[in-house]
């Protein structure tokens, strides 16, 4: 179990490519598909995507993990795009239909530290910084008619902090949990949380299954811009 341990490879957000404490260093980096629910905000004016349309209105999409680590500390960068364009019918007494078109692009960096390490078992604290990118417009029809416009289009940082906890179920099988918080303002707050299920297929191959939910809020120009994704998550990690 403690060999399995040592070449876990983690997730987005949350590589595990060395849980022993050796100096030297070892590598970790992931691909992902994310299918998710949309919602967007901007102002009072807002969107659904649900995980069925997802896959049919994306058009493009790419998630992807770097972790290097040496010993009890690492460096992890976690980046993913969206770009999507849908259109929504709506309960609203003022227009019937929103159509949204919304790229969005964000990089999580963090440095963890292990603080607590078993055979089957590890915790590592994390802190950082996410940098958020939004160019989204929502337009709000009546009849096929423009009744009202609201759009967003800026990029800020936000410092954040988080835990991940990985476990040994099996010599192939594990858990992983990774949650962080950050923005810590009025104006500026995020959060996720991840959980997933690995399978080692060898020492240096793993995939991955589980839940992501990321959520986003943000005032642009005195207007609150809200993003939230959440749906399940697949991916493969390649440790080296």
Known sequence: MHHFLKKLAVPAIAALPSTALAE????AASVYLFTPETETTVGDVGSTLSFK???ENLDAAFMGTFEARRGRWSLVGDYMLTDLSFGNSVSNPNF???NTTAKTEFFSGYATYRVYQESTASVDLAAGFRWFKTDTELVALSGGTDVARAGASDSWV???IGLRAEFALTDRWSGLFFADYGGFSSDSETWQVLVTANYALSEKWMLRAGYRQISVDHDINGRGFTF???GPIFGAVFSF
Do not use: G, I, M, R
Not at 24 to 27: H, K, L, R
């Open 228 to 230: 939230e994704q959440s």
């Open 158 to 160: 936000d410092p954040v």
């Open 53 to 55: 349309e997802a896959l």
């Open 24 to 27: 030297d260093w070892s590598f």
């Open 96 to 98: 019937d239909t929103v």
